[in-house]
């Protein structure tokens, strides 16, 4: 079997100190599903367990299954605990994961310092 019969797909992981949201697009970047955990029923402060992130992992890759990818690239932005969480759920169901790249934003300078007090 060649690796260009099965379908690709991109997996975006947005991982936030409140919540985490993953979308499952095709190459195109049309979007086929997408999974927080507020959707999956999560209130609160348990929307920012691995518990959460491990549902939403799980419905994902059950997602992709249906759909009939196999092969994956995954971007993650954010930090959080769920993003590490929701790769090892997704490797674990039979999902082939071709890259992982992190797009979380960095500061390149931050802000002003005040000025020095003057007297």
Excluded at 2 to 7: C, L, T, V
Excluded at 39 to 64: C, D, H, M, R, Y
Excluded at 91 to 116: A, E, M, Q, V, W
Aim: glycine share 8%; hydrophobic share 35%; with cysteine.
């Amino acid at each position: 079997m060649k690796i260009y019969d099965f379908n690709y797909g991109i997996i975006y992981i947005n991982s936030t100190f409140n919540n985490t949201v993953s979308t499952l697009t095709d190459l195109n970047g049309n979007t086929i599903g997408w999974f927080s955990s507020g959707v999956l029923g999560f209130k609160g402060p348990k929307k920012n367990t691995s518990l959460a992130s491990q549902s939403i992992s799980e419905k994902i890759s059950f997602l992709a299954i249906k759909k009939n990818i196999k092969i994956i690239d995954v971007y993650i932005k954010g930090i959080s605990i769920g993003k590490e969480t929701i790769l090892r759920i997704i490797n674990n169901c039979g999902i082939y994961i071709r890259s992982i790249t992190d797009i979380t934003p960095l500061p390149y300078n931050g802000c002003r310092k005040k000025k020095k007090r003057r007297v």
